[in-house]
């Protein structure tokens, strides 16, 4: 499977050629166009071309995914999320993931997903967005509100993000949530919310809020 992300970092899209047998996850929606020989299958349930879709899914997450599965050599796949902004990719080896659920664009079929234990109505000020857990190795992609920026995190060096910009970061950080007044929550006004997040790992932000574009809605 071979991945090319295109058309600039304001109107991003993936695109995916695939060999027969080749399967990916994808958002529901996030389809701009496939070859005749790509097949979809939306909640197939546990077993064959569905399994993939609940692997290691809590029953808090409500899950709603299409599996696309080649049947030739040399298909194509191209996906757009629904906003304006870029897409980054995130290669896993077996070290966590945490990305807020809105921003999970798509993922190989060896990605494990899950809820975040404790952290669903802990981070980020709309208090609706679930954290999902990526684990196992493969390859998923997230898409941003803007451009998506990647921040190294090591011991001496900890790394504070209003909340609204954070995109997903490394399982293995320690974060912390606390009110500062220098943010302005987006959705009630006042002080808003920022954190912490320290220990060795990665941090991807997106650059623009989205709860500022869509009032408070999840993005």
């Given at each position: 499977?071979?991945?090319e992300i295109a058309d600039?970092h304001?109107?991003a899209?993936?695109?995916v050629t695939?060999?027969a047998?080749d399967?990916l996850g994808i958002?529901?929606?996030?389809?701009?166009a496939?070859?005749?020989?790509?097949?979809?299958e939306?909640?197939a349930?546990?077993?064959?071309?569905?399994g993939m879709?609940k692997?290691?899914?809590?029953d808090?997450?409500?899950?709603?995914?299409?599996?696309?599965e080649?049947e030739?050599?040399?298909?194509?796949l191209?996906l757009a999320?629904d906003y304006?902004?870029d897409?980054?990719?995130i290669d896993l080896?077996?070290?966590?993931?945490?990305v807020?659920?809105g921003?999970l664009?798509?993922?190989t079929e060896t990605?494990?997903r899950?809820?975040a234990?404790?952290?669903?109505?802990?981070?980020?000020?709309?208090?609706e967005l679930t954290v999902?857990?990526?684990?196992?190795?493969?390859?998923a992609f997230?898409?941003?509100?803007?451009a998506?920026r990647?921040?190294e995190v090591?011991?001496?060096d900890?790394l504070v993000?209003?909340?609204?910009?954070?995109?997903?970061?490394s399982?293995g950080l320690?974060a912390?949530?606390?009110?500062?007044?220098s943010?302005k929550?987006?959705?009630?006004?006042?002080e808003?919310?920022?954190t912490?997040?320290?220990?060795?790992?990665r941090?991807w932000?997106?650059?623009r809020?989205?709860m500022?574009?869509?009032?408070?809605?999840?993005n």
């Amino acid at each position: 499977m071979e991945f090319e992300i295109a058309d600039g970092h304001s109107y991003a899209t993936l695109e995916v050629t695939m060999d027969a047998g080749d399967r990916l996850g994808i958002d529901p929606g996030s389809m701009v166009a496939r070859s005749e020989t790509i097949r979809s299958e939306t909640n197939a349930g546990e077993g064959g071309l569905g399994g993939m879709l609940k692997r290691a899914v809590s029953d808090e997450l409500d899950v709603l995914t299409t599996v696309m599965e080649a049947e030739e050599d040399g298909s194509r796949l191209v996906l757009a999320p629904d906003y304006l902004g870029d897409v980054a990719r995130i290669d896993l080896d077996g070290e966590g993931v945490k990305v807020q659920s809105g921003g999970l664009l798509a993922w190989t079929e060896t990605v494990e997903r899950g809820t975040a234990s404790n952290e669903a109505s802990n981070f980020f000020s709309s208090g609706e967005l679930t954290v999902l857990r990526l684990g196992g190795t493969g390859t998923a992609f997230v898409s941003a509100f803007g451009a998506v920026r990647e921040e190294e995190v090591t011991e001496g060096d900890p790394l504070v993000v209003d909340e609204d910009h954070l995109l997903a970061w490394s399982e293995g950080l320690s974060a912390k949530r606390t009110k500062d007044s220098s943010v302005k929550s987006s959705l009630l006004g006042g002080e808003g919310f920022v954190t912490r997040l320290s220990g060795e790992g990665r941090v991807w932000l997106q650059t623009r809020d989205p709860m500022v574009l869509y009032g408070g809605g999840n993005n």
